[in-house]
């Protein structure tokens, strides 16, 4: 069965500090690996991700992916209250999107 | 272009009753996917669609769920009858298959209560 892993599940931090969120996955037919940020709505697309070891950046925000371990990592460096929501991820095989639960990232000043 | 739009916003209902979910997807795209995200489960998908036809109705949790695709422009998810355990927000997104990734659009969502 396809799945998608997302640790930690929740986590709290200081204005400032950086993280790090983690995404595992086991799909069959894997063709990429999307981030989404979730405030208190739809989910916004961040990352799309189809080759191991590029990483992407946006601002502060940054992901990897490894194909061969199957997992990718976002960090979000210097964190401002505005990135506190939920990061999900989702593997795309060759038709849909299979998401993860999240993390919650709760950034306090 | 206006992105997905999802009908109603929010939608209060009683034990029971029929609810009916609608969604535009955005033109041109070929796949449109239906959503529900609890606290508990996250974000599952349902069903979708490729060209109109449903293609894995597999998420789909019971024979209450139906969901239509009468032409590339409108879907709708109906629910009947309705129980408590059906309240969840209900996203409906869509893409386009040529581009790669195949990302998906997703649109305001719609929170259903059952009462």
């Known amino acids: 069965e396809d799945k998608v892993v997302q640790s930690p599940l929740s986590l709290v931090v200081h204005e400032g500090d950086t993280v790090t969120l983690n995404c595992s996955y086991e799909?069959?037919?894997?063709?990429?690996l999307l981030w989404y940020k979730q405030e208190k709505k739809a989910p916004t697309f961040l990352f799309m991700l189809t080759s191991s070891g590029i990483e992407k950046k946006s601002g502060r925000l940054s992901s990897i992916l490894d194909k061969k371990e199957l997992f990718s990592i976002l960090n979000i460096t210097a964190t401002q209250t505005g990135d506190s929501a939920v990061y999900l991820c989702?593997?795309?095989?060759?038709?849909?999107?299979?998401f993860g639960t999240g993390t919650r990232l709760q950034v306090f000043p | 272009d206006a992105g997905v739009i999802q009908s109603p916003r929010h939608e209060v209902t009683e034990m029971g009753q029929e609810v009916t979910l609608r969604c535009k997807p955005i033109?041109?795209?070929?796949?449109l996917f239906w959503y529900r995200q609890t606290m508990m489960r996250g974000l599952e998908l349902l069903i979708y669609?490729?060209?109109?036809?449903?293609?894995?109705d597999s998420g789909m949790p019971e024979d209450r769920f139906s969901a239509k695709m009468p032409n590339a422009s409108f879907s709708t998810l109906k629910i009947q009858p309705s129980e408590p355990r059906d309240s969840a927000v209900y996203f409906c997104?869509?893409?386009?298959?040529?581009?790669?990734?195949?990302?998906?659009?997703f649109g305001p969502g719609t929170r259903l209560t059952v009462l």
């Open positions: 799909v069959t037919n894997f063709r990429s």
């Open positions: 669609f490729n060209n109109n036809v449903p293609i894995d």
């Open positions: 033109s041109g795209h070929d796949y």
């Open positions: 989702a593997a795309y095989n060759t038709d849909k999107l299979i």
């Open positions: 997104a869509s893409s386009l298959a040529r581009l790669a990734g195949g990302r998906g659009f």
